[in-house]
């Protein structure tokens, strides 16, 4: 398996430029979020599906988009990219026991830098 | 709002020695709490997830403690070495059970 994927692993845009980060899971989990990570913020999160077809909004969700068309992906998409929006990002799955949410498994984040 | 505070930004401790981060928060009641282990430039991995009915979970060397009167958790790494050098995170579900909400996390240094 290879776990949780994330494309591209570094990007840089122009103000204004809009592009979409790609997050794919093969563990057919059916929770996946997106987090952003900025120095002495921690991990915040940004959108967050827990089945295809369903998204909600977490902390930090304005300037993204998301969607979930199957179990497998999750693209987040800059509509209009700012500087604050500078920052890592990771992608995020997780499955659902009896008992709950379990563990999250993350990927190895995109850095992106917006100028 | 759930807020999550973990005790110190930095923590320096010997090789051997026993290293003790704290976890609090305040405004609700989760139903679990998780410990993650962060090195530079790469994502969190998960360590150790424990319920709210538990008081207490092993792993090795780490151990997790929960005391939902306090509203507190414990992470012990004993006998440390250089090695677990990293960023600990904690984190909690959101009262919805949808999420997780994570603390700004504590950077652990061990010198050998």
């Known amino acids: 398996n290879a776990g949780v994927t994330q494309t591209p692993k570094f990007q840089v845009l122009k103000t204004g430029q809009s592009m979409t980060l790609q997050c794919a899971q093969d563990?057919?989990?059916?929770?996946m979020s997106w987090y952003r990570q900025d120095p002495g913020m921690g991990l915040r999160l940004i959108h967050y599906?827990?089945?295809?077809?369903?998204?909600d909004q977490g902390e930090v969700p304005n300037g993204y988009n998301v969607s979930r068309s199957t179990t497998e992906d999750f693209p987040l998409r800059l509509l209009s990219a700012a500087p604050s929006q500078t920052s890592v990002y990771f992608c995020?799955?997780?499955?659902?026991?009896?008992?709950?949410?379990?563990?999250?498994?993350f990927g190895p984040g995109t850095r992106l830098t917006v100028l | 709002s759930q807020k999550i505070e973990q005790n110190s930004e930095a923590l320096n401790i010997q090789e051997g020695k026993t290293a003790t981060l704290t976890c609090n928060y305040t405004?609700?009641?989760?139903?679990?709490l998780q410990w993650y282990r962060q090195d530079p430039g790469r994502g969190p991995v998960f360590l150790l997830l424990?319920?709210?009915?538990?008081k207490e979970k092993r792993k090795e060397r780490l151990k997790v403690t929960f005391d939902t009167t306090l509203k507190q958790s414990l992470f012990h790494i004993t006998a440390s070495q250089p090695a677990d050098s990293a960023t600990y995170l904690c984190?909690?579900?959101?009262?919805?059970?949808?999420?997780?909400?994570f603390g700004k996390g504590t950077t652990l240094s061990v010198s050998s």
């Open positions: 995020a799955s997780s499955y659902r026991s009896v008992a709950g949410y379990n563990e999250q498994f």
């Open positions: 563990m057919n989990h059916e929770y």
């Open positions: 599906s827990v089945g295809a077809g369903i998204t």
């Open positions: 405004n609700y009641s989760p139903a679990y």
């Open positions: 424990i319920r709210e009915n538990e």
């Open positions: 984190a909690l579900d959101n009262q919805a059970g949808t999420a997780l909400i």
